[in-house]
Structures are given as C-alpha cells and as structure tokens.
C-alpha cells in the first residue's frame, strides 16, 4: 500500500511563503511524475506545479516566478516553495504521484490527503 503523506500547510499573510513537503510511503519501484493541485472552495481541482521523471518542470501561468517545485528521488518526496503569496492562493493543496510498485506493474496515480493553505491578513 502506498501513502502519499503532505505538510506544510497553514496561515500567511499575503506577500508571505510557505513551502509544502509530500513524502510518498510504501513499496515503491519507481516514480514517473510528482505534481501539486490545488482547489478552491467553488472551484475545480487545478494543476499547479509538475515535475517529470525526466527531470523537467512546469508550473502553471498563475503561479509562475513565484512557485517552484523540486523532487528529491532518493527520498521519494517533493517540495513546493511558495513565495509572494496571494490570497487567490488560498486553496486545498493536494500532491499528486504516479508509481509503480514493483517493475512488473503498471503505473498507478495516488493523491495525498490535502494540506490547507490560506492566505490572509
């Protein structure tokens, strides 16, 4: 059984920063990509940052300069630095982990329990 287990979430004041950890537990064999999505109340689930297998990132136009996502494989954890936040920032933030267990199997998407981020002041 694999977990995915976040961090890092909490209250600022705009203009503030926060830096969120997911840490993947289990049998793992290998993690292609690793991302973080957020929703806000009304809103639908929207990718915020992607970091590939390969090495590449991508982060969406909203949060572009000011976010940053980083994988740590040795670890099988990913990090995203939040910077200059905003309230539109305040979201559920979700990581999100595509795996397969063991080299027999497919890859298989999991999701962590959701780290509140609000951006108030």
């Known amino acids: 059984q694999v977990q995915l287990v976040e961090s890092g979430g909490g209250l600022v004041q705009p203009g503030g920063s926060l830096r969120l950890s997911c840490a993947a537990s289990?049998?793992?064999?290998?993690?292609?990509?690793m991302a973080w999505y957020r929703q806000a109340p009304g809103k639908q689930r929207e990718l915020v940052a992607l970091?590939?297998?390969?090495?590449?990132?991508n982060t969406a136009d909203s949060v572009k300069g000011r976010f940053t996502i980083s994988r740590d494989n040795a670890k099988n954890t990913v990090t995203l630095q939040m910077n200059s936040l905003k309230p539109e920032d305040t979201a559920v933030y979700y990581c999100?982990?595509?795996?397969?267990?063991?080299?027999?199997?497919?890859?298989?998407?999991?999701w962590g329990q959701g780290t509140q981020v609000t951006v108030s002041s």
């Open positions: 999100y982990m595509v795996l397969r267990q063991n080299w027999r199997d497919t890859y298989q998407t999991y």
């Open positions: 289990g049998t793992i064999f290998q993690i292609n990509t």
């Open positions: 970091a590939t297998g390969g090495g590449g990132t």
